[in-house]
């Protein structure tokens, strides 16, 4: 059985910084491409940023330069650190396998003065 179970989360000033973390079970993080996608309220779920099981990484475009996307395979984690963080970055954050399908129940992330 797959656990995905993120933390991190908290709320921050316009500016501040936040890493989440995603902790696997039941899998190993290299054995799928990985996802962090985010929900703000009233809005579609949207995708954040991917991790290739090459390595290569793509991000939502308002995010490049501020976030990044890594893989710890010896801890079997996937992190996010988000830098200059946004109040249009507030939102639910979850991470996953976009393949087979696997996500967890995500951390909430509030952006505000």
């Known amino acids: 059985q797959v656990q995905v179970v993120e933390s991190g989360g908290g709320t921050v000033e316009p500016g501040e910084s936040l890493t989440l973390t995603c902790v696997v079970s039941?899998?190993?993080?290299?054995?799928?491409?990985m996802a962090w996608h985010r929900q703000a309220p009233g809005k579609q779920r949207e995708f954040v940023a991917n991790i290739y099981r090459d390595a290569v990484t793509t991000y939502l475009e308002s995010v490049k330069g501020r976030f990044t996307v890594s893989r710890d395979s010896g801890r079997n984690t996937l992190s996010l650190q988000m830098d200059d963080l946004k109040p249009e970055d507030t939102a639910v954050y979850y991470c996953?396998?976009?393949?087979?399908?696997?996500w967890g129940s995500g951390t909430q992330v509030r952006v505000a003065s």
């Open positions: 996953g396998f976009p393949g087979p399908n696997y």
């Open positions: 039941g899998e190993k993080v290299n054995s799928y491409d």
